[in-house]
């Protein structure tokens, strides 16, 4: 509702805006995102993109990820950035690589009535590449899909009954997250 409002009520709104456009490199969007992990969740997010040049960019995202289980909430919230470059395709479609590196806040929470049981928190670092796609529509409007593969180093954490614990070691975790976009260019 807010990028929509935005763009009502700006003046670039009635231009015909329908491809990449070196006056406005800036881009507000927000997404849907599904992780895949250990775990499967929906997510949600929003996206902030600079683009000064036709062959690069770079987006600074967040998303965030949900899924009750046994009796607790598993929730992950991921912010970065990433470097992008349009390689196939022109000024109003192309797909092209992405390299980043981003931090998972991830959190263990009681659900309802079993306040008591303990809950668990930790920070992840995080690099990812991939691919993503832009499609520009009309008067500033663009859609995006991002798929990526995420590799996080962090503690791995573990709720069981009225215990938690996490690891004393480091370990890896590969994710695949996927991303659909919508973004308004100012």
């Known amino acids: 509702m807010v990028l929509l409002a935005l763009s009502?009520?700006?003046?670039?709104a009635m231009e015909v805006r329908d491809r990449w456009d070196p006056e406005h490199p800036i881009a507000l969007g927000s997404r849907a995102a599904l992780w895949q992990a250990d775990y499967r969740a929906p997510g949600v997010g929003g996206q902030l993109?600079?683009?000064?040049?036709?062959?690069?960019?770079?987006?600074?995202?967040?998303?965030?990820?949900?899924?009750?289980?046994?009796?607790?909430?598993?929730?992950?919230?991921?912010?970065?950035?990433?470097?992008?470059?349009?390689?196939?395709?022109?000024?109003?479609?192309?797909?092209?690589?992405?390299?980043?590196?981003?931090?998972?806040?991830?959190?263990?929470?009681?659900?309802g009535t079993d306040e008591a049981l303990p809950g668990q928190s930790d920070i992840l670092f995080g690099v990812h590449t991939g691919l993503m796609g832009m499609a520009y529509l009309f008067g500033g409007w663009s859609l995006q899909t991002t798929v990526e593969v995420f590799g996080y180093w962090g503690n791995q954490a573990k709720?069981?009954?009225?215990?938690?614990?996490?690891?004393?070691?480091?370990?890896?975790?590969?994710?695949?997250?996927?991303?659909?976009?919508?973004?308004?260019?100012?």
């Open 8 to 12: 009502l009520s700006s003046a670039s």
């Open 49 to 111: 993109h600079y683009q000064p040049w036709q062959r690069l960019g770079v987006e600074g995202f967040w998303n965030s990820f949900a899924l009750p289980e046994a009796g607790l909430l598993r929730h992950d919230h991921v912010i970065g950035f990433h470097l992008y470059s349009p390689w196939l395709g022109g000024a109003r479609r192309w797909v092209g690589p992405t390299f980043g590196s981003c931090v998972d806040f991830r959190f263990l929470s009681p659900l």
């Open 159 to 186: 709720v069981d009954g009225w215990a938690a614990t996490a690891s004393n070691q480091l370990h890896f975790q590969p994710v695949l997250q996927g991303s659909v976009g919508l973004n308004h260019w100012f």
